[in-house]
């Protein structure tokens, strides 16, 4: 058993130095480095639900776009605030385009996001089709930032980098570490060519190759996946097709949780989602980080029964820790969030029985999201 702690604790180090590596070597777009040659249009798509206090923070940061060949679509998923009321407000007014598509409730949707989206996109007129969050901030050159990176590669998909809003609290500060390290590894295993993870709160594809995969057929039963389960979909199409966007002027801010339950329902919806992916690859990764950080709690544990020396369970958790602390740094760094470095070693703490108590908890059915119980 010793021997299997030994070779998955250094084969962890490896991974994260890999991953520490490709991250570093995708390189970094400014918008500003060369003229726009492609300006395509695009349709932004904001599925909602009860965001009548984050939507109009998003509007205006829409309506202050550098880039303008654009139009917006508010999904109302059934809200029961005055979201709809407040975008159809917004609408009369607005600098852009912005169609308001009211949904009904319909509790035989296994994916109301998923639905949203896809009725969205049957009126889209953009070439591209953006998709983020009704309680996300956007930048000024956002939409500049994107249509940019697609005049350059021509992808079909481009995933682009989200971080959580400043804040201060030791909650959010853990929750920005742990997501810096989802974003991080999205964007290093797609450079490397074999993509895992992205994040809809800030997502771009052709709606061509939307179409040409058929949407979100054959992932639609399942309650998340609106942006990993699809491109994995067109991953497998186009395989030179999906790229990782590394420019600070694309960042997407989201607010981080403020409940434990919000956290765990939203953390439980996205551990489901791996067992919809059709590639092997984000499978066995889940199943390895699982285990590599289940190898510490080990390794502690047989220091205690005095099967392992001090030195080396030192030894196994700085396999772990050394390679993560550095990997995490350059992620923080480049989402400006400095100040979070600092969480780092109690996030690494934590983090052990998190995704111990998530890998577990996502095998029992069920979540509650936005007001709905869904499966």
Same mark, same amino acid.
């Given at each position: 058993?010793?021997?299997?702690?030994?070779?998955?604790?250094?084969?962890?180090?490896?991974?994260?130095?890999?991953?520490?590596?490709?991250?570093?070597?995708?390189?970094?777009?400014?918008?500003?480095?060369?003229?726009? #040659?492609?300006?395509?249009?695009?349709?932004?798509?904001?599925?909602?639900?009860?965001?009548?206090?984050?939507?109009?923070?998003?509007?205006?940061?829409?309506?202050?776009? #550098?880039?303008?060949?654009?139009?917006?679509?508010?999904?109302?998923?059934?809200?029961?605030?005055?979201? /709809?009321?407040?975008?159809?407000?917004? /609408?009369?007014?607005?600098?852009?385009?912005?169609?308001?598509?009211?949904?009904?409730?319909?509790?035989?949707?296994?994916?109301?996001?998923?639905?949203?989206?896809?009725?969205?996109?049957?009126?889209?007129?953009? =070439?591209?089709?953006?998709?983020?969050?009704?309680?996300?901030?956007?930048?000024?050159?956002?939409?500049?930032?994107?249509?940019?990176?697609?005049?350059?590669?021509?992808?079909?998909?481009?995933?682009?980098?989200?971080?959580?809003?400043?804040?201060?609290?030791?909650?959010?500060?853990?929750?920005?570490?742990?997501?810096?390290?989802?974003?991080?590894?999205?964007?290093a295993t797609l450079a490397m060519g074999k993509p895992t993870m992205c994040?809809?709160?800030?997502?771009?594809?052709?709606?061509?190759?939307?179409?040409?995969?058929?949407?979100?057929?054959?992932?639609?039963?399942?309650?998340?996946?609106?942006?990993?389960?699809?491109?994995?979909?067109?991953?497998?199409?186009?395989? =030179?097709?999906?790229?990782?966007?590394?420019?600070?002027?694309?960042?997407?801010?989201?607010? /981080?949780?403020?409940?434990?339950?919000?956290?765990?329902?939203?953390?439980?919806?996205?551990?489901?989602?791996?067992?919809?992916?059709?590639?092997?690859?984000?499978?066995?990764?889940?199943?390895?980080?699982?285990?590599?950080?289940?190898?510490?709690?080990?390794?502690?544990?047989?220091?205690?029964?005095?099967?392992?020396?001090?030195?080396?369970?030192?030894?196994?958790?700085?396999?772990?820790?050394?390679?993560?602390?550095?990997?995490?740094?350059?992620?923080?760094t480049f989402l400006r969030k400095r100040a979070a470095i600092a969480w780092?070693?109690?996030?690494?703490?934590?983090?052990?029985?998190?995704?111990?108590?998530?890998?577990?908890?996502?095998?029992?059915?069920?979540?509650?999201?936005?007001?709905?119980?869904? #499966?």
């Amino acid at each position: 058993m010793i021997w299997v702690l030994w070779l998955v604790s250094v084969a962890y180090a490896v991974l994260t130095s890999r991953l520490l590596v490709a991250w570093r070597r995708l390189p970094v777009l400014h918008s500003a480095d060369d003229p726009i #040659t492609v300006a395509p249009s695009i349709t932004v798509i904001i599925p909602v639900r009860n965001e009548s206090i984050n939507l109009p923070y998003l509007l205006n940061d829409l309506s202050a776009q #550098t880039y303008t060949q654009f139009s917006v679509i508010i999904a109302d998923d059934a809200s029961s605030d005055n979201t /709809a009321e407040l975008a159809l407000s917004y /609408a009369s007014t607005a600098a852009f385009p912005l169609t308001v598509l009211s949904l009904v409730d319909d509790p035989t949707v296994a994916s109301p996001k998923k639905r949203a989206i896809a009725q969205s996109i049957s009126q889209a007129t953009g =070439e591209l089709i953006v998709t983020t969050d009704g309680d996300c901030r956007v930048g000024p050159d956002w939409l500049t930032t994107i249509a940019h990176y697609y005049g350059k590669t021509g992808a079909q998909l481009i995933s682009g980098p989200v971080t959580f809003t400043p804040d201060q609290s030791v909650f959010g500060s853990l929750q920005t570490v742990e997501f810096a390290s989802l974003i991080g590894a999205g964007a290093a295993t797609l450079a490397m060519g074999k993509p895992t993870m992205c994040n809809g709160a800030n997502l771009c594809y052709q709606k061509t190759a939307f179409l040409a995969v058929n949407g979100f057929a054959g992932v639609d039963h399942v309650a998340s996946g609106d942006d990993e389960l699809l491109m994995h979909k067109i991953a497998t199409r186009y395989p =030179e097709g999906v790229r990782f966007l590394k420019s600070q002027a694309a960042i997407v801010e989201t607010a /981080a949780h403020s409940s434990l339950g919000t956290f765990y329902q939203q953390r439980k919806r996205w551990a489901g989602k791996w067992r919809a992916y059709d590639s092997l690859f984000p499978t066995f990764l889940a199943v390895f980080v699982f285990l590599s950080n289940l190898a510490p709690l080990v390794a502690v544990g047989l220091w205690l029964a005095g099967q392992l020396s001090g030195w080396q369970t030192l030894t196994l958790v700085m396999l772990k820790v050394g390679p993560e602390f550095v990997y995490l740094r350059a992620i923080l760094t480049f989402l400006r969030k400095r100040a979070a470095i600092a969480w780092i070693p109690l996030t690494q703490l934590i983090y052990p029985l998190y995704v111990l108590f998530f890998g577990l908890a996502a095998q029992q059915p069920g979540i509650t999201w936005k007001g709905r119980k869904l #499966t």
